[in-house]
C-alpha cells in the first residue's frame, strides 16, 4: 500500500518559516517525481513545485525564492523549505506522486500551514 505521509506544518508569523516532509512507503522513491500542492478554504488546488526523479525543480511564479523542494532518496522523503512566508500561503499542503497509468496521482492527508499578518 502506497503512503504519502506530510508533516511540519504549523501557525507561523508572516516572514517566517516552515519545513515540511513527505515521507513514502509502498513505491519506489527514487524513480519517481514528485509534487507539492496547496489548497487554500475555497480555492482549487494548486501545484507549487515539482522535483524530478533526478532533482530538477521548478516552481509556481508566487514561490519562486522562497520556496525550495528537495529529496533524500536514501530516506524516501521529500521536503519543502518555505521561508518569507506571507499570509496568502496559507492552505493546506499537500505531496503527490504522479503515474502514467491509473490511479494516475497518490496524495498525502495534508498538513495545514497558516501563516498569521
Known amino acids: 500500500q502506497v503512503q504519502l505521509v506530510e508533516s511540519g506544518g504549523g501557525l507561523v508569523q508572516a516572514g517566517g518559516s516552515l519545513r515540511l516532509s513527505c515521507l513514502v512507503s509502498?513505491?519506489?522513491?527514487?524513480?519517481?517525481?514528485m509534487g507539492w500542492y496547496r489548497q487554500a478554504p475555497g480555492e482549487q488546488r494548486e501545484l507549487v513545485g515539482s522535483?524530478?526523479?533526478?532533482?530538477?525543480?521548478s516552481y509556481e511564479d508566487s514561490v519562486k525564492g522562497r520556496f525550495t523542494i528537495s529529496r533524500d532518496n536514501a530516506k524516501r522523503t521529500m521536503y519543502l523549505e518555505m521561508n518569507s512566508l506571507k499570509p496568502e500561503d496559507t492552505a493546506v499542503y499537500y505531496c503527490?506522486?504522479?503515474?502514467?497509468?491509473?490511479?494516475?496521482?497518490?496524495w498525502g492527508q495534508g498538513t495545514q500551514v497558516t501563516v498569521s499578518s
Open positions: 522535483i524530478s526523479s533526478r532533482g530538477s525543480t
Open positions: 509502498g513505491i519506489t522513491f527514487s524513480t519517481n517525481d
Open positions: 503527490n506522486i504522479p503515474l502514467i497509468g491509473p490511479p494516475y496521482h497518490y
